[in-house]
């Protein structure tokens, strides 16, 4: 008589030998080193390729790197990337805490490092470029260098007696941000200081940018909807057209002005910060950071 065990013995050895010789090796990446990743990987969560993230590790690292490793501190790619991470996701702080393994404060120090540090190249890579050429190639519009409009971003109830300043038209508490876009998208002017109860048209008449245009800095005009009260450099739409002439201007100017508004989706689809800061409308405003680095994209 035989025994079953060894009539099924040299079945399973065979199978597991099957089994070895189809088994993927596990890849097992350093924790220390965001950047071991798939390119795609890296996209999502940082809204940037390898490439990329190493171009902003270089560009940041005379304001941002430690000038020692004691008690482990984080390196300037570590720094860069839960950044980064913050900004593409615009998720909670101790989320990203618990990911890293670090306190909730520790990430918030991160994030302000990170973006006064962009912000302090808010000159070089947000910059008027006078391209009259491609405007006009949209619908026709001459002499255009910029479209404008304001977005409101979301912020949580700041403490004080200014707080209903930033409570907007529809009750909400938000911060206005005046953007200024070229034809390709790319921001060329930001202002963010403003709470969401003041005005389109007074954030601009009181603006820098106004104040340059006025004095004849830039040679050319702004276009802007009905939000703007019409001026010699920004021209906004009819209220009331007539059949012709005005029409057709209207209709042109929505088809050239349309850029600022893709420009407002493309930050806020790759920045969900965007859509609702958790943090107090002071250190809202520094989030022009975002500006810099939705230019980077465009420059990689």
């Not at 009539?7 to 030998?17: F, K, L, N, Y």
């Not at 050319?220 to 009905?226: F, Q, S």
């Not at 929505?254 to 689809?269: V, Y």
Request: include cysteine; proline fraction near 5%.
């Amino acid at each position: 008589m035989s025994c079953p065990f060894l009539r099924e013995q040299p079945v399973a050895e065979g199978a597991r030998i099957i089994r070895r010789a189809f088994r993927i090796n596990r890849v097992l990446r350093h924790r220390q080193d965001p950047l071991a990743q798939r390119d795609s990987v890296l996209f999502e969560r940082y809204r940037f390729s390898c490439e990329g993230v190493i171009y902003i590790i270089n560009l940041l690292e005379p304001h941002i790197k430690r000038s020692t490793r004691r008690s482990r501190a984080l390196t300037t790619a570590q720094t860069v990337c839960i950044a980064l991470r913050i900004f593409a996701s615009g998720t909670l702080l101790y989320t990203i805490g618990d990911a890293e393994n670090l306190a909730k404060s520790a990430v918030c120090r991160v994030i302000r490092k990170v973006y006064l540090a962009l912000k302090q190249f808010l000159g070089v890579f947000v910059v008027f470029q006078i391209v009259k050429q491609s405007f006009f190639a949209i619908a026709g519009f001459p002499n255009v260098i910029g479209a404008i409009d304001c977005t409101h971003i979301h912020i949580k109830a700041p403490p004080g007696p200014n707080e209903g300043d930033f409570v907007n038209r529809k009750g909400v508490h938000r911060i206005n941000v005046q953007m200024v876009c070229d034809s390709m998208c790319h921001v060329t002017n930001v202002e963010a200081k403003w709470p969401g109860s003041v005005h389109d048209s007074r954030i601009f008449r009181e603006s820098c940018l106004c104040t340059l245009f006025e004095r004849g800095d830039y040679d050319g005009i702004l276009v802007g909807d009905r939000g703007y009260a019409c001026r010699q450099h920004l021209m906004s739409p009819f209220p009331d057209p007539n059949t012709g002439p005005q029409t057709r201007y209207n209709a042109a100017l929505a088809r050239t002005r349309a850029r600022i508004e893709i420009t407002f989706g493309q930050l806020k689809g790759r920045f969900q910060c965007l859509k609702s800061l958790r943090v107090a409308p002071d250190r809202a405003c520094n989030i022009v950071a975002c500006a810099v680095l939705h230019n980077i994209i465009a420059a990689l």
